[in-house]
């Protein structure tokens, strides 16, 4: 009988063990990370500005933590395809979203029946940095200004095409916005993604495109294609002479695209706190920020806080402007 009251005393202590040694064991997991390779989803293509930030935050946070961060391309509308798949993948750190005014900005503002919230949905960690879009046209066209390209797209009205990298992303709300504030008819061309734009706009087969700046730059500086205005609210140190938005006649018109990394809702907070640690540290190296400099990137992190407030006043804004402009994506 003693033996049996031993034993049931036994097995109720280890029974009772149980769910503290599961909580240790997951927190030594959770303080240890990462342990294996970690999947950063980009919404839009190889070679997009997007995807060239990712890839660098990427490969130096590989050698931080001296495990692969890879980078995964999910292209598509708007990048809804990238935040879907993130926003519904395992809430542990081993997959995150380089999240951007598209996908948790946009999306939200243009898509009526969007499979996951902007916010909601996810664990902000940081936001990484900052950038203008550039309107831009082929030499060959007759326009050296904003308003000399007005004037062209008035007097050939719904002839004049413009292609950008995607329905729903920074530059083609932007260049939907100036269209309406400017009163002209243009033909929307969208591409999977900024880079085949960019080759019919050298080649001649489209005479506008809206991008990035970092994606067009080298061709802008090499002289093969006209930019016309930048969307920051200062001229870009890189490009002197290419006034903004608002010197070309449009006030108040600033569009600032950003990039950023998001986890999914539910992730442990030292995870988090790991993901924005590394990702703070990297930002903070000399070759990182002179590597976003060359791309006219402006590093921007954030706290944790701070990210979650700024991605709220985005979906807030391009909610406004969408409504304004009558724009919405199926």
């Known amino acids: 009988m003693k033996r049996l009251v031993t034993a049931t005393v036994s097995a109720a202590l280890a029974a009772a063990a149980l769910p503290a040694l599961a909580q240790s064991t997951a927190a030594g997991a959770e303080q240890a990370f990462p342990t294996r390779p970690i999947r950063y989803v980009v919404a839009f293509a190889a070679g997009d500005s997007p995807d060239i930030v990712a890839r660098l935050v990427g490969d130096r946070l590989s050698r931080l933590w001296e495990q692969q961060v890879v980078v995964e391309n999910r292209t598509g509308a708007g990048g809804t395809i990238a935040g879907t798949f993130v926003a519904k993948s395992a809430p542990d750190g081993y ?5 951007n005014i598209a996908t948790n900005g946009i999306a939200p503002a243009l898509y009526a029946k969007l499979p996951y919230d902007g916010l909601r ?5 940081s936001r990484i940095g900052t950038t203008a879009n550039a309107i831009n046209v082929h030499p060959s066209l007759p326009v050296r200004t904003l308003q000399e390209f007005i004037a062209h797209a008035k007097s050939h009205p719904g002839k004049i095409s413009y292609g950008h990298g995607g329905i729903g992303a920074s530059p083609h709300l932007t260049m939907e916005l100036f269209r309406s ?8 061309i969208a591409y999977k993604g900024a880079s085949p734009a960019l080759t019919d706009l050298l080649g001649g087969q489209i005479p506008a495109m809206i991008s990035n700046v970092p994606a067009l730059l080298p ?26 938005m608002i010197e070309s006649g449009f006030a108040d018109f600033v569009v600032t695209s950003w990039y950023g990394m ?12 790991k993901l924005h640690s590394g990702l703070t540290r990297v930002l903070q190296l000399p070759d990182v920020k002179q590597r976003f400099a060359d791309q006219v990137v402006e590093v921007a992190p954030q706290s944790r806080g701070e990210f979650a407030a700024f991605i709220g006043n985005e979906m807030q804004r391009w909610a406004t402007v969408a409504k304004a402009a009558g724009l919405t994506a199926q």
């Open 95 to 99: 997959t995150v979203l380089h999240c």
């Open 121 to 125: 949905d996810f664990a902000p960690i």
């Open 219 to 244: 061709y802008v500086q090499a002289g093969k294609i006209r930019t016309l205005a930048v969307t920051s609210p200062k001229r870009v140190p890189q490009l002197p002479a290419v006034p903004t």
């Open 181 to 188: 504030q400017a009163g002209i008819n243009l033909v929307n």
């Open 262 to 273: 998001c986890a999914p809702a539910g992730t442990p907070v030292p995870v988090l706190d």
